[in-house]
C-alpha cells in the first residue's frame, strides 16, 4: 500500500446522504484523509494499534487506519444516519478484502482472533465513550455551529489516549493549543491543509470553498 493508493480506496467511501449543519457534517476530503493517515502511519501511530475515531461521521478515518493496519477501529457517531452509512463503507472494504472482517464471537469450531482488525461501532454521544485507544484520530466538528463541541471531542480524546490527531481551523489553534497544555499534552506536529468544502449545504454560494484547516498531532507529556 502507498499513500496514492490508499487516497484512491478511500476516494469509495459514501459520504453523508443529508448533511446535517447543527451537527457539521462535512466528510474529510480522501486525499486530505490519505495524507494524514499516511503520516501516522509512517509514525507508527497505526499498524497495531487500536484506533478512536470520534465523530466518525460515515467512517472515512477509521477505515483508513484499518486499511493501514490498526488491530482494531472504535468509530464513535451520535448520528444515526450517519453511522448506517458508516456501516455499509466497512461492510463494501471487508468484501474487497481491504479491512478484515470481525471474528464471529461464540461461533462454535472457530478459533479467529475476535475481531482482530475490524471496527467496532459505538452510537451514541462522544461524551460517553470510555474506551482507552492508543491513538486517536478525528475530525470532529469545528465548533462553529455548536459552541465547545470541538473541545468535548478534545478533552474525550485526551482522557481516552495518549497520542491525538485531530483536525481544527486554522484559527482555532491556538485554543486547541491550550487545552492540550492544562491536559498535559504538547503539540509535535501540525499540518496545515486546505479543506474543499463541497457546496452540500443550503448555504454555501460557491461551489466549492477551501478554508485552511490544520491537522494537529498531540502527545502526553511523559
Ligand atoms: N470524521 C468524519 C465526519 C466529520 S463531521 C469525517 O472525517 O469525514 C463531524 C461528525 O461528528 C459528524 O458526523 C457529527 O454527526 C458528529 N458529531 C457531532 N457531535 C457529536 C457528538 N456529540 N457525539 C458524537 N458525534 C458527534
Not at 113 to 116: A, D, I, K, L
Not at 142 to 147: A, D, L, P, R, Y
Given at each position: 500500500m502507498s499513500r496514492s493508493s490508499l487516497a484512491i480506496r478511500l476516494s469509495a467511501i459514501k459520504g453523508f446522504i443529508d448533511p446535517k449543519v447543527r451537527v457539521e457534517q462535512y466528510m474529510t476530503d480522501s486525499e486530505i484523509a490519505a495524507t494524514v493517515l499516511w503520516d501516522a502511519y509512517m509514525k507508527g501511530d497505526i499498524e497495531g494499534k487500536v484506533i478512536a475515531d470520534l465523530g466518525?461521521?460515515?467512517g472515512i478515518l477509521g477505515i483508513g487506519a484499518m486499511m493501514l493496519g490498526a488491530s482494531k477501529a472504535y468509530l464513535v457517531e451520535s448520528d444515526g444516519s450517519a453511522i448506517a452509512i458508516a456501516k455499509e463503507n466497512v461492510r463494501d472494504m471487508e468484501s474487497e478484502g481491504l479491512i478484515k472482517k470481525a471474528g464471529k464471537k461464540g461461533e462454535k469450531g472457530k478459533e479467529e482472533?475476535?475481531?482482530?482488525g475490524s471496527a467496532e461501532f459505538f452510537f451514541g454521544d462522544v461524551s460517553d465513550f470510555k474506551i482507552k485507544a492508543d491513538t486517536v484520530i478525528m475530525n470532529p466538528p469545528?465548533?462553529?455551529?455548536?459552541?465547545h463541541s470541538d473541545r468535548r471531542f478534545l478533552e474525550k480524546a485526551f482522557e481516552i489516549s495518549d497520542v491525538v490527531y485531530s483536525f481544527h481551523k486554522s484559527g482555532t489553534v491556538r485554543f486547541v493549543e491550550m487545552l492540550a497544555k492544562a491536559k498535559g499534552f504538547r503539540i509535535t506536529q501540525v499540518i496545515d491543509l486546505k479543506f474543499?468544502?463541497?457546496?452540500?449545504?443550503?448555504?454555501?454560494?460557491?461551489?466549492i470553498e477551501r478554508i485552511g484547516v490544520s491537522c494537529l498531532r498531540m502527545e502526553k507529556i511523559a
Open positions: 466518525c461521521g460515515t482472533s475476535e475481531s482482530e469545528f465548533g462553529v455551529k455548536s459552541e474543499p468544502l463541497k457546496a452540500s449545504m443550503r448555504f454555501h454560494k460557491k461551489r
